[in-house]
T-cell receptor
């Protein structure tokens, strides 16, 4: 596709359930990022992949959050035992190369997660 | 102190005026700076990036960077109602973007 895609666009779940959020980056982009955005705030970094490996997962809030990118393209963010405080818009972004100066990150439409 | 600070606004300007959006950052070693526009309910869209001191112009948009003052700004000339959105300032920290909370811009006819 032309841009970053994310599925589902909306996810409603109950407290304690497990959810998976999917991101399909721009073709050929080696770098992939997950951010979380709460109402009235800027996006907050969660994790960065360069290829298949998680190069920086310092933003993951706790061990309930985990992400994978097994083939260096599609990524899945997994949240176990969801809590109401996990409710937010989860944004995925991709970049051609990653950390070089001037490298642009392109965002997907996001997944709005609501935990009841 | 937050790493990236912006006035939340709203900043209201009349159509045709210049809108000036400001951002300060705390990490003196930061190298790359980005402005994103975010319409309500949508994802951030990159407007410009800048990494050298001075001005960078792209159409109606001008980004200004002053590393000594740790200050970056975005000027929007000939503001249009369609420019009404939240503008996010972001700083590249090693491998991730650190965002401000955004400034809401309202352009009224």
């Amino acid at each position: 596709g032309a841009g970053v895609s994310q599925t589902p666009s909306n996810k409603v779940t109950e407290k304690g359930k497990y959810v998976e959020l999917r991101c399909d980056p721009i073709s050929g982009h080696t770098a992939l990022y997950w951010y979380r955005q709460s109402l009235g705030q800027g996006p907050e970094f969660l994790i960065y992949f360069q290829g298949t490996g998680a190069a920086d997962d310092s933003g993951l809030p706790n061990d309930r959050f985990f992400a994978v990118r097994p083939e260096g393209s599609v990524s899945t963010l997994k949240i176990q035992r969801t809590e109401r405080g996990d409710s937010a818009v989860y944004l995925c972004a991709s970049s051609p190369t990653g950390t070089s100066v001037g490298s642009e990150q392109f965002f997907g439409p996001g997944t709005r997660l609501t935990v009841l | 102190q937050k790493e990236v600070e912006q006035n939340s606004g709203p900043l209201s300007v009349p159509e045709g005026a210049i809108a000036s959006l400001n951002c300060t950052y705390s990490d003196r070693g930061s190298q790359s700076f980005f402005w994103y526009r975010q319409y309500s309910g949508k994802s951030p869209e990159l407007i410009m990036f800048i990494y050298s001191n001075g001005d960078k112009e792209d159409g109606r948009f001008t980004a200004q960077l002053n590393k000594a003052s740790q200050y970056v700004s975005l000027l929007i000339r000939d503001s249009q109602p369609s420019d009404s959105a939240t503008y996010l300032c972001a700083v590249l920290n090693t491998d991730k973007l650190i965002f401000g909370t955004g400034t809401r811009l309202q352009v009224f006819p």
